[in-house]
């Protein structure tokens, strides 16, 4: 038999500290956030003493007596959404459950079915939001359709220092309604900032452009916030900063939402739109009791640890440090991002693959994009980070480049001899 201690043998390999992971007793420094969802890092005392609190008083409580919190979270809440936005829908523990309420929304409330979505776009894990997700590999082996949905090229991203491309490089939306939709659009659902895609950081008059077409045609703009939500671009939401242009009708959040990891998702609304019914759309971990304590707390960790000051602050060093290993390595091309959520693209999704693997060795823990099959690195900390950890990083970065260039000629001088 089994010990029946096997799996606490596991875990104990694994201890967070910070935006640190320690495996092993070897200790790394997460570049990635976790899975992003880590905007404090792996650990915070003020979330862990309030869950251990509700764990001894229990963890689960249908959402028929958590309403009450949730509406309590929300007056919160509503000093960083756009204007207008101030209704909630708590009933998710993820972020392709919020993506899925935020589309029901849609179409109950314009009759219509379709989602207009961009290529790169990643909106999910659930058949509906791989769907309408912009990496149609993903689904080459699974059946589901929404009728009248549409992908879109997406613009060329901003780079940093380089100026904002001018409209014309802009897809033609309004060709796409017109030719290409019966008038059965719902909604359009867009990443302020696209993440899984390759870090893309759309140009300004993107999202205007956006917004003043899809108003003309009555099609409702979701902001898919999963993880551009919490502070990750220096202000709480990019709809309300980078992005503000955009005017979204839905903001969707996850991921950072929870603090430290702990899963909780949610759709923010304008009271029109605040039209389901209980039983269209909910789960039976959602609005649960630990999810709903990491969310209050993170609010008001990111207010009196001043979180989004010190993103504001660093993103300077984290931007300018990047483009220094840019201008040293020609293997580091279009370094871009807002506040801690950076990337720049490499020589082939091997090549990233290579440089993910080197950084693990200088224990240094970065990500790709589109699953392998993208060439981007992504650089995201915890919000947490200072000066200090974001000069580690691209310290480690920076070995990592530099052991790759060593190994790349010692190759080519092997091959000529």
Known sequence: MEDRNDLESML??????????????????????????LPLGYTNDRIAEKLKQQIDRCTHLSSAYTREMSQYILRKLVKYTPEGVDRIWLRDVSGSGAVECAIR??????????????????????LATAQISGNAFRIKDFHINIDGSIKIPTPASVLSGQPQPSEEQFVDLEQFIQLGSNDNFACLIIEPIQGNGGNTVFPVAFYRKIREICRQHGIIIIADE????FGRTGTFFASTGYAKELEPDIIVFAKGAGGMGIPTGGVLMRHSLDILESFEHSSTSGANPLSLVALNEIIDIIEDDHVLENVQQNEAYLREG???LQRQYPEITGVRG?????????????????????ANRHHLIVRGSRYGKGRAVKVRPPLICTQ??????????????SELTTVAQARKEAVSC
Do not use: C, W
Request: avoid cysteine; aromatic fraction near 12%; glycine fraction near 12%.
């Open 12 to 37: 104990s390999r694994f201890i967070g500290h910070g935006p640190y992971l320690i495996i092993d007793g070897e200790k790394y420094i997460d570049a990635a956030s976790g899975t992003f969802n």
């Open 105 to 126: 929304i849609a179409q109950k409330a314009t009759g219509r079915s379709g989602v207009i979505s961009l290529f790169l776009a990643h909106h999910g894990q659930s």
């Open 226 to 229: 999963v993880q551009t939500g």
């Open 322 to 324: 990047l483009l220094k």
């Open 338 to 358: 807002v506040g801690y959520m950076y990337g720049f693209d490499t020589l082939s999704p091997d090549f990233a693959a290579q440089v993910i693997a080197t």
């Open 388 to 401: 200090e950890h974001l000069a580690e990083i691209l310290h480690k970065l920076d070995l990592t480049f």
